[in-house]
């Protein structure tokens, strides 16, 4: 029984990492300038109570004073004939801050700037790798939110 009982779970992980494996066959290769960022993420047990902010910037150095972000955008692509989305971030650029003024020989400090903007949540899901090209000069971090499973209910106005 417990022979079973392996054979059956090795078939299972072999199956679910060929099937990554060919979940991959979909997304091309980074064109030149560009890199491909790849995420697996882990199966949760409600994978709809969950979502992924991804991150897209770079390290830079400046003034720690001030707020910095990249101006640009992440885009969802449909790979035709696959139906599985991709990010995509074209340039990085031009970078802005807030003018608070600042000592003139204060140290610059090393900081990840963000693109700008609202973050960019996608939905949780296990079976699917998430896949993000941007330019080779840029970083690609994530973060995941958790809902609270309960509900509350609101007041009649």
Known sequence: MKTLFFAVIISL???ISGQAADNMQAF????????RYVLQLPPHRDEALLKMEL???KTVAVDKENRYFFAGRIEEQVIAGWSFPRYM???LGPMAGTLMAIVPDSPKVD???SLGGEPYLIRYNSRL????????????RYRIWKAAAKTKPMKKG
Do not use: L
């Open 28 to 35: 091309p290769a980074a064109e030149e300038g560009v890199v």
């Open 13 to 15: 992980s072999a199956a």
């Open 55 to 57: 991150i897209v910037g």
């Open 129 to 140: 790798p998430v896949v993000v090209y941007v330019p080779e000069d840029a970083e690609v």
């Open 89 to 91: 971030v074209s340039k």
């Open 111 to 113: 900081r990840f700037v």
